[in-house]
């Protein structure tokens, strides 16, 4: 199963791509967390990429689908893959379709998690990320057993520079103007699952799976 979740940030794709590689047994994409990590191995990528991460706009297309592209050609993705944060241009939409195109295959679903403005604002302030496998928890509505300290893997949790709330603000707007615009693009191609984001993370879970399954 190829699988793409689109939405603003804050509405939940790595909370839910996490949950549903775990319960498909494929692999999570998140250009997200591969970007992090770079920038904390403080690889050439993570040197270009934090720029352009810290001010909330988006790294380049050129860079993102050369990251991408090596990526889906790992093994771990012969049976499918979740995409997390990709793509967010229709630049990068196009240039999936060309990959895919080239070698026979096809997506089966684009999740849109759909949610409001102010919810999201909410979300990113309390989000705190594990430093070691990414996980996502909020201090009210998702908190660890322990404080500071994450459940999965016992790493240490920590806030991220762009969820500061000047950078949400624009990253909200880069949102509107260069990833919203993928909403028609899949819905154009009969792909497109709009599923209501705001709930308990399990509720939206199982809206998932029905979304996925009456495909
Ligand atoms: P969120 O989950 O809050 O939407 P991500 O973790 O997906 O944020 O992305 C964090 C930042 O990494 C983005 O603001 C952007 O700078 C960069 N980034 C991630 N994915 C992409 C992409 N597909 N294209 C360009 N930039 C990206
Ligand atoms: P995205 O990857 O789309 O930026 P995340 O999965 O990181 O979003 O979630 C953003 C924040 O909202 C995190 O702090 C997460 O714990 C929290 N969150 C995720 N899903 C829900 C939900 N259904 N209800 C309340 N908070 C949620
Ligand atoms: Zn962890």
Redesign the pocket.
């Known amino acids: 199963m190829r699988l793409i979740?689109l939405?603003?940030?804050?509405?939940?794709?790595?909370?839910?791509s996490q949950m549903l590689s775990e319960s498909l047994g494929i692999p999570q994409v998140s250009t997200?967390d591969m970007l992090r990590q770079a920038v904390a191995q403080r690889t050439q990528l993570g040197e270009v990429a934090r720029g352009y991460m810290e001010s909330g706009g988006l790294v380049p297309d050129d860079i993102i689908v050369g990251i991408v592209s090596e990526r889906l050609k790992k093994n771990d993705c012969v049976k499918g893959y979740i995409l997390?944060?990709f793509p967010r241009t229709v630049v990068q939409a196009e240039k999936l379709d060309e990959a895919l195109n080239g070698s026979g295959e096809r997506l089966d679903s684009v999740i849109n998690?759909v949610i409001r403005e102010d919810e999201l604002v909410q979300?990113?302030s309390?989000?705190?990320?594990c430093g070691s496998c990414q996980r996502?928890?909020?201090i009210t509505?998702?908190p660890p057993a322990k404080e500071g300290i994450c459940d999965a893997c016992g790493g240490q949790l920590v806030t991220r520079a762009d969820d500061e709330v000047g950078t949400v603000r624009k990253r909200l707007e880069v949102y509107r103007n260069q990833t919203s615009p993928l909403i028609q693009f899949y819905a154009g191609k009969s792909l497109l699952r709009d599923v209501e984001?705001?709930?308990?993370?399990r509720?939206?879970f199982s809206r998932i799976n029905t979304a996925i399954a009456g495909k």
């Open positions: 979740f939405g603003p940030p804050g509405a939940g794709k790595g909370t839910q997200g997390d944060g998690i979300r990113l309390g989000r705190r990320v996502a928890y909020h509505t998702s984001g705001v709930g308990e993370i509720e939206v």
